[in-house]
């Protein structure tokens, strides 16, 4: 799956908060993740966090162009 910065995505498991939307906000070995709703960050490893996704959404800058 392929996913650049500043890109959404959906993971399997939802935050505490309700929601499973995040925005990535950190690329490289280990991926940090932003809740879209209470902003909580959470750092993984690149292979945990590919086990973990489940959707991508793209950049809406990126739809545009």
């Not at 925005?23 to 280990?30: F, Q, S, T, V, Y």
């Not at 966090?49 to 991508?56: D, G, M, S």
């Amino acid at each position: 799956m392929e996913y650049n910065l500043n890109d959404k995505v959906i993971m399997k498991k939802g935050h505490p908060c309700g929601n499973n939307e995040f925005e990535i906000i950190r690329l490289g070995a280990d991926i940090k993740i932003r809740c879209i709703k209470c902003n909580h960050v959470i750092m993984l490893p690149r292979v945990e966090f590919n086990k973990k996704i489940k959707k991508v959404i793209n950049n809406e800058k990126e739809e545009k162009n």
